[in-house]
Each structure stands twice: as structure tokens, then as C-alpha cells.
């Protein structure tokens, strides 16, 4: 059950994000692979994340002079080097004995913005020092309030710059895959920065009460959390996992920095649209100057451009990261997303688009060339 050495280099047949995952699966033990590929239940919002970026064709414009474009960008008042960021992921150390710290030397080195979890396997502090590249802590709301607020002091003082607070998995998700593959964490992988969280109370039901609706959910976080949540820091706060353009309309209108339109990696709750279906919608409703992100089946420097084409202002990669990890290490994590940046230039070239804020629904449409306002 152990992980294979990571190599030492880059074998020349691994030249895409998804040889990544060819690689990864031999050398991730077989109940960790199938966690990080899985979906929820049925996996029809895992397949779905796919589909829909397949479903849409670049359309180039010809003869036009890209020598002065470039792929910066400003998000949420910081300078970037690309649209392209590592998502929050979990457990890094399932991946790599490095994990988290391999990951931040990696986006140090591409200038990569980095999220990370709260259920990182490293601490967060030591994950912070290891990149000079922005870098975002993801929230997840614990049942104790006080714990909540001491996880988002321990952020600032690292020098976290955002806030991401993860609304979409209240509870997990059905995971039959990984339940089926027998997968549990191994004892040298723990979510240290949970490690002095107090013990959860003790709660009895009766026959008539719901272990989810009022076990699970009962310290749930609401907007009135968030609102909560707002009072208690400076740092700009991002919503992560919103669907629903008037979801979106409500984060807004309550101050909230920005959104990352997401399915969680159709990890949850299973049958949902994708991020990239919803995109539209949401960035209809919320206008143009608002910053949306989004993630979900990115694998592609093609995918990143028609995120962009439809309303997003910058992506984040998930499982990517981790077989990277797995298969090279940091020097994976880099290569990796160097090749997704590279695939971007060069799918902006080709369809004469030289800046991000050239890459409009202009520069795509639907299979059959059907107008692309018919996604939503
Ligand atoms: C193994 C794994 C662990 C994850 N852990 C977290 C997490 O701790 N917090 C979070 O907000 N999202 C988490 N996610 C979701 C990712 O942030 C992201 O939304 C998703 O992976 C994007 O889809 P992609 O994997 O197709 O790129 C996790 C995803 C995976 C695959």
C-alpha cells in the first residue's frame, strides 16, 4: 500500500495534464487513487465537468498580430502571473511524503496563486513559507465558532491574503468509489492544523430525528455565518462551490470579495451541473466586473481559454495537482502547470486572442455552432 518513489525527472512520453493521471495511477496505491479520481454516487457530475468543456469550440480569428499579448492578470487586487491556480485539496501527504510543501515550492516557481485546505497535511504556516506566489486559505467552518476564528488568526498572521470559504460540502458527499476501493487515511496523513480542535459533543436522537438534518447539519454554516464570519476579519473573503446565479447575487450584495463557481470536483452531491454550465448564469447575474473564478475538470490549456471565454477571470486546478505530486513531486506540480500556461499562450495565438481580456464568447461556440448563449 505504500506510494512508488517519485521520479526524478519527466519521462518524455508524460506531455499533457492528463498523463499525469496515466502515471499517477501506478504509482499511488490503488485506495488513494481511486479517492482523489473519484466523484460522488454515480459520478454523472464527474463525467459532466468533461462534457461540457468538450461540448465547445474555439473559433480563431486569423492574421492578427500577437506579439504583445501575455497571460498576467489582476485578481482581486493582486498581480498574477497567469490564470491558472492551485485549487484547495486535502491530504496532500496521501500523494507525496513532501506534499503541501512540494506544492507551494512548485507554485513559488510558476508564480502560481496557491488555495490551501484546511485539511491540509502540513501545517499552514509552513505551507505559507514555502512560496512567495499569492496564497489563499480555505475555510472550512467547525462546529466550534471560537476554533473557526483561531484557524483564520493563524492565516492572517502567515500572511494569507484571502479567504476561501467552501460552501458547497456541509457534509461529504457519497463516495461509493472510494468506499468500494476500501480507502482510509494512513496514519502518517492527519488534518494537523485540526489537531487541537476541541472534541465534538456528545448528541443523542430520537427515532423521529434525521442523524444528517439534525446530526450533520446542525452547526452548519448559514449566511448568517458568513455575515458572522465578515465581522471577524479583514481579509477579503471568497465564496467557493456556488451554482446558482442567485446565490451568486446574494454573496455579492453582501460584500463577499468574489466567487469560485464550482461543483467541488463533482465530489458531493452528485447529478449537479457543471461549473462550467452555470458559468453564463452567474456571470449575467452578477455583472462584468465582479471576480468569478472557477474550477472542475480542467485539463486542458483549451479548457482554461473557454472558462475565461465564458465569464471566468481565472481557473484552479484540483486533482492535477496531487497525481503530479504523486508521479514527480514539486518538480511535477511545476512541470504540469507549466504546460497548462504553455497550452494557454499557445491556444491564444492560434486564435488571435494575445491578452486575456481578448478571450470573450466571441472566440468560442457551442457544438454545432450554435450560439453560446443556448449553454445556460
Ligand atoms: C482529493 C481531493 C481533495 C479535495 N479537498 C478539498 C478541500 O479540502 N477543500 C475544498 O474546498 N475543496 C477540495 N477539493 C475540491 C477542489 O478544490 C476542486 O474544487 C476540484 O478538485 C476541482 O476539480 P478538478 O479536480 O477536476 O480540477 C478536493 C478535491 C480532491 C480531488
Given amino acids: 500500500m505504500s506510494i512508488q518513489p517519485a521520479l526524478q525527472h519527466i519521462p518524455a512520453d508524460l506531455v499533457c495534464v492528463a498523463d499525469y493521471e496515466r502515471y499517477?495511477?501506478?504509482?499511488?496505491?490503488?485506495?488513494?487513487?481511486?479517492?482523489?479520481?473519484?466523484?460522488?454516487?454515480?459520478?454523472?457530475?464527474l463525467r459532466r465537468n468533461r462534457a461540457t468543456f468538450d461540448q465547445i469550440s474555439i473559433v480563431p480569428r486569423v492574421l492578427r498580430d500577437c506579439t504583445q499579448g501575455g497571460t498576467q492578470t489582476h485578481l482581486l487586487g493582486e498581480a498574477f502571473r497567469h490564470p491558472i491556480l492551485l485549487a484547495p485539496v486535502a491530504f496532500q501527504k496521501l500523494a507525496h511524503p513532501q506534499g503541501e510543501l512540494a506544492s507551494a515550492r512548485a507554485a513559488s516557481l510558476l508564480e502560481a496563486g496557491m488555495v490551501v485546505s484546511t485539511l491540509a497535511s502540513e501545517t499552514l504556516e509552513n505551507i505559507a513559507a514555502a512560496t512567495q506566489a499569492p496564497r489563499w486559505f480555505q475555510l472550512y467552518f467547525q462546529e466550534n465558532r471560537d476554533f473557526t476564528?483561531?484557524?483564520?488568526?493563524?492565516?492572517?498572521?502567515a500572511g494569507y491574503t484571502r479567504l476561501v470559504v467552501t460552501v458547497d460540502a456541509p457534509l461529504q458527499g457519497i463516495r461509493n468509489r472510494a468506499q468500494r476501493a476500501g480507502f482510509t487515511l494512513p496514519e502518517h496523513v492527519s488534518a494537523i492544523n485540526l489537531s487541537d480542535r476541541p472534541?465534538?459533543?456528545y448528541r443523542e436522537f430520537t427515532t423521529d430525528q434525521s442523524i444528517v438534518l439534525q446530526g450533520m447539519m446542525s452547526e452548519a454554516p448559514t449566511?448568517?455565518?458568513?455575515?458572522?464570519?465578515?465581522?471577524?476579519?479583514?481579509?477579503p473573503i471568497i465564496l467557493k462551490g456556488v451554482l446558482h446565479a442567485e446565490d451568486a447575487r446574494l454573496a455579492q450584495s453582501m460584500g463577499i470579495a468574489g466567487i469560485i463557481v464550482s461543483n467541488h470536483g463533482g465530489r458531493v452531491l452528485d447529478s449537479v451541473p457543471s461549473a462550467l454550465q452555470m458559468?453564463?448564469?452567474i456571470r449575467r447575474s452578477v455583472g462584468n466586473d465582479y471576480p468569478l473564478l472557477l474550477d472542475g475538470g480542467i485539463q486542458r490549456g483549451?479548457?482554461?481559454?473557454?472558462?475565461?471565454?465564458?465569464?471566468?477571470?481565472?481557473?484552479?486546478?484540483g486533482r492535477p495537482q496531487l497525481y503530479a505530486l504523486a508521479v514527480a513531486g514539486a518538480l511535477g506540480v511545476a512541470h504540469m502547470?507549466?504546460?497548462?500556461?504553455?497550452?494557454?499562450?499557445?491556444?491564444?495565438?492560434?486564435?488571435?486572442?494575445?491578452t486575456l481580456e481578448d478571450i470573450?464568447?466571441?472566440?468560442?461556440?457551442?457544438?454545432?455552432?450554435?450560439p453560446i448563449s443556448s449553454l445556460a
Fill in 302 to 317: 483549451t479548457d482554461v481559454f473557454k472558462a475565461l471565454a465564458l465569464g471566468a477571470n481565472a481557473v484552479l486546478v
Fill in 360 to 370: 470573450t464568447d466571441q472566440a468560442i461556440c457551442k457544438e454545432g455552432g450554435m
Fill in 279 to 281: 458559468l453564463p448564469a
Fill in 199 to 201: 472534541p465534538l459533543p
Fill in 223 to 235: 449566511w448568517g455565518d458568513i455575515a458572522w464570519l465578515q465581522t471577524q476579519t479583514a481579509l
Fill in 24 to 45: 499517477a495511477r501506478q504509482h499511488l496505491p490503488h485506495p488513494v487513487f481511486e479517492y482523489i479520481c473519484g466523484g460522488g454516487a454515480d459520478e454523472i457530475s
Fill in 337 to 354: 502547470l507549466r504546460l497548462l500556461r504553455e497550452e494557454l499562450e499557445v491556444t491564444m495565438a492560434l486564435a488571435g486572442t494575445p
Fill in 149 to 157: 476564528v483561531s484557524l483564520v488568526r493563524r492565516a492572517e498572521a
